[in-house]
């Protein structure tokens, strides 16, 4: 755990300068265990949302690809919580496994949708089934990625879901709870400020 804490504190400011990040809805940033539900904008996205929490370890499903690299850079990935999709069963059970036992500075990030969009697209069910099934509540979170020259980055976050424990929970019971949290997201968008732009 000491390297990600070095590699982060080193890499925070940098980062956060060049694309001058601003935090919405600060009071949201959920402090124990937790699931981060994340619409995914652009490549930099896990990095920016890392810098926010220089003493906690973020697990995060990537793809396989990236660990076609030496064994020093995959020991790295690993450390700072990176894991490699493998299918959508074998993740699920993955990333319960690590739920179970996280620690109180260790959180689950979930780009819900797969990969990149330029807009909020469909969310895949992953991050509800395992909130179902580890009581872990979910935090929604826009992120609009920009260096400070095109604007800057804007992280909102909205307020945490809590849902009921399910060991098995049902298509539809994902379906329904997905439905909510990509809803939640889509209203971050709109979000300026800290102001809803007439949202109620």
């Not at 909205?158 to 329904?176: F, L, M, Q, R, S």
């Not at 997905?178 to 209203?187: C, F, H, P, T, Y």
């Amino acid at each position: 755990m000491l390297f990600v804490w070095l590699f982060k504190l080193t890499a925070c400011l940098p980062l956060r300068l060049f694309f001058r990040v601003k935090v919405i809805g600060k009071e949201n940033k959920y402090k124990g265990p937790c699931i981060l539900a994340m619409n995914h904008g652009a490549a930099m996205d896990a990095t920016l949302v890392n810098t926010l929490y220089p003493f906690k370890r973020i697990y995060m499903l990537t793809t396989k690809k990236l660990f076609n690299c030496s064994r020093l850079h995959q020991w790295e990935l690993w450390q700072m919580g990176c894991r490699p999709s493998m299918s959508p069963s074998e993740d699920i059970e993955t990333m319960t496994a690590i739920a179970n036992n996280l620690k109180k500075y260790e959180l689950i990030g979930f780009f819900s949708e797969g990969k990149i969009h330029n807009s909020v697209g469909n969310f895949m069910g992953g991050a509800v089934m395992l909130a179902l099934r580890t009581k872990l509540p979910l935090i929604p979170i826009y992120i609009k990625t920009a260096p400070f020259y095109k604007g800057g980055t804007r992280i909102t976050f909205g307020e945490p879901i809590e849902v009921n424990t399910k060991e098995y929970p049902t298509a539809k019971d994902i379906e329904e709870i997905n439905d909510i949290l990509r809803s939640r997201v889509i209203r971050l968008s709109l979000t300026k400020g800290g102001k809803r732009n007439g949202l109620q």
